[in-house]
């Protein structure tokens, strides 16, 4: 081992000794060795930062959007229950359509419900984006 990192340090050219340079399988012995070396360092840090990761909740980030429950109506077709921060979203959500079916705050206990109209869907990117930006 202690040859091998010998071998990455030290110039191929001193290996010579009489300034010749090294053989072809030394070159290649190097390389293999080098690369060897990079892509265990790389596993390391990646290892490293992934345990990093799930040891610190401050690292995390929360989603923005949350799908809390889900209900299926038949072929394609359901109502989910989306949580935004600060509302809960109720979506009639159809292959061809998605529709606002209720708006509910997410803190309140007895929630209210307002009636929407239905969104197309080539709109509703749009307004999504503007209901995010609004808060």
Do not use: C, Y
Not at 27 to 35: D, G, K, P
Not at 45 to 62: D, I, Q, T
């Amino acid at each position: 081992m202690a040859l091998a990192l010998l071998t990455m340090v030290i110039p191929a050219a001193a290996w010579g000794g009489d300034g010749t340079a090294p053989s072809t399988p030394f070159l290649f012995l190097r390389m293999i060795l080098s690369l060897a070396f990079v892509l265990a360092l790389l596993f390391g840090l990646l290892h490293g930062l992934r345990r990093w990761n799930m040891r610190n909740p401050s690292a995390r980030v929360a989603p923005l959007l949350t799908s809390k429950a889900r209900l299926d109506l038949g072929q394609r077709r359901e109502i989910r229950l989306i949580e935004i921060p600060g509302r809960v979203l109720v979506l009639g959500i159809t292959p061809d359509r998605m529709d606002l079916l209720a708006e509910m705050p997410a803190d309140s206990e007895t929630p209210t419900v307002e009636a929407a109209a239905p969104i197309p869907l080539s709109q509703f990117g749009h307004r999504m984006q503007k209901l995010i930006t609004s808060l």
